[in-house]
């Protein structure tokens, strides 16, 4: 089951598997010394503390799966329709040095890279471990569509060296359910003709 708590877990997740690689790596754990200066938080409420954002900018519904047929409940119910989305990340270092943001630019791009699927233990729970595979996708945006999203989220900080990453598919199952009863006996009557 993969409940509302979906989209944070799915923050958390990436934390962590950022964490696991940079802390075995020593000249990006020089850099980023504990998984407490990751914060899921906007760059521009990022405080000196935290030295890589990674935004949830924006979200969307996964149309592929928009007409998924509902999952079955034993053998006399079932479930709502699930939601999948697709969410947008913007992961921005903030080690206010220009060569060590670039260092751990390339450190996360080759983690991503490297773990393009989050599955198995890497999950936070409650994310479902049932075969469903959530991606992690380079997203690059065209330099206008990088200003918009800056203009929206800091009036005050100027641009910083960011990457953008769509995680997909998310799902979040419905808590409706609807009951149905089997067909236990048929009868069927038949009337001969004459011939």
């Known amino acids: ?33 504990s998984d407490h200066q990751m914060t899921l938080s906007s ?17 969307t519904e ?4 928009k007409n998924q047929p509902p999952k079955a409940l034993g053998s006399d119910g079932f479930l709502g329709r ?13 080690t206010k040095d220009g060569e060590k943001d670039q260092i751990i630019l390339g ?5 991503f890279n490297d ?10 729970a409650p994310l479902p471990e049932d075969g469903e595979d959530i991606k992690v996708i380079f997203n690059p945006l065209s330099l206008d569509d ?6 929206v989220i800091s009036k005050s900080k100027p641009y910083r060296y960011s990457l953008y990453y769509e995680v997909t598919p998310v799902r979040i199952d419905s808590t409706r359910t609807r009951s149905v009863s ?13 011939g």
């Open 82 to 94: 699930s939601i999948y989305l697709n969410l947008f990340y913007m992961i921005t270092p903030n």
């Open 43 to 59: 760059p521009e409420e990022v405080t000196d503390e935290f030295k890589l954002s990674l935004f949830l900018y924006q979200i």
């Open 146 to 151: 990088i200003n918009k999203v800056w203009t």
């Open 115 to 124: 773990n393009p699927v989050l599955k198995g233990p890497v999950l936070q």
């Open 182 to 194: 089997r067909v236990v006996e048929r009868e069927i009557s038949y009337s001969g003709g004459s």
């Open 1 to 33: 089951m993969s409940d509302y708590n979906a989209i944070l877990n799915v923050g958390k997740t990436l934390i962590r598997l950022l964490w696991e690689n940079i802390s075995i790596d020593t000249q990006a754990k020089s850099i980023i010394n």
């Open 62 to 65: 996964d149309p592929f799966y």
């Open 107 to 111: 450190k996360v791009v080759q983690i």
